[in-house]
């Protein structure tokens, strides 16, 4: 199967820094989803930007899609401790998501 | 909000036993899914259900079943466990609204020894 990637695979940046994650992804899409995982527990959605969108804010999240470059960009402003996590972003095409290999997130204190 | 309750956290079994994960959601969501995670290999797709009764292959169905009898619970079966079925398993839902998002279960840890 095709499947994202996201890059870096890890990150490790102090707390206040903005955090930057790239997808990029082989298949054309529907939407392109963000989500985040926290050790050994279930995936949370995040954030949804459609194929027609180019950016799109949630709180301190950015997302960019640029469908010609097939990437995708997860911008994490101000981060926590608390952010301390891995993302993984999400193709969508009809019924089935192709999920990425994920960038693990590390925000120090 | 959604709720997507997998009966176990931890399981162990061992080889050859058949192992049965269930997946049950509270909101009415006509898809169900269960990915496999693994290291360094993301999310991969064993089967989904778009509806009672209803089930399709993902990328790696081979070594699996699964059942839908009821909209709410879709079962994952492991026929004859074997050591490299050992993953996390993740069951998710969503709606057929476009732009739905998935909603994950907390997960279940299998070790196959």
């Known amino acids: 199967s095709q499947q994202g990637e996201e890059d870096p695979q890890a990150l490790s940046i102090q707390e206040g820094e903005n955090a930057t994650m790239n997808c990029s992804y082989k298949t054309s899409i529907n939407n392109l989803q963000w989500y985040r995982q926290n050790s050994g527990r279930g995936l949370v959605h995040l954030i949804l930007?459609?194929?027609?969108?180019r950016e799109k804010h949630s709180g301190r999240l950015r997302v960019t899609l640029d469908t010609s470059k097939k990437s995708s960009s997860l911008l994490i402003t101000a981060s926590r401790a608390a952010d301390t996590a891995s993302y993984f972003c999400a193709t969508s095409g009809t019924y089935k998501y192709i999920f990425g290999t994920g960038t693990r997130l590390k925000v120090l204190a | 909000d959604v709720k997507v309750t997998q009966s176990s956290r931890y399981l162990v079994k061992r080889t050859g036993e058949k192992v049965f994960l269930e997946c049950v959601q509270d909101?009415?969501?006509?898809?169900m899914f269960w990915y496999r995670q693994d290291p360094g290999l993301g999310l991969r797709l064993i089967y989904f259900s778009y509806d009672v009764k209803m089930k399709e292959k993902g990328d790696i169905p081979e070594g699996y079943s699964v059942s839908r009898e009821k909209k709410e619970r879709f079962s994952l079966i492991l026929e004859s466990a074997s050591t490299n079925q050992t993953s996390m398993y993740l069951c998710a839902t969503d709606s057929r609204a476009s732009g739905s998002p998935l909603h994950f279960g907390n997960g279940t840890r299998l070790t196959v020894t």
């Open positions: 930007i459609r194929s027609n969108e």
């Open positions: 909101m009415d969501h006509e898809n």
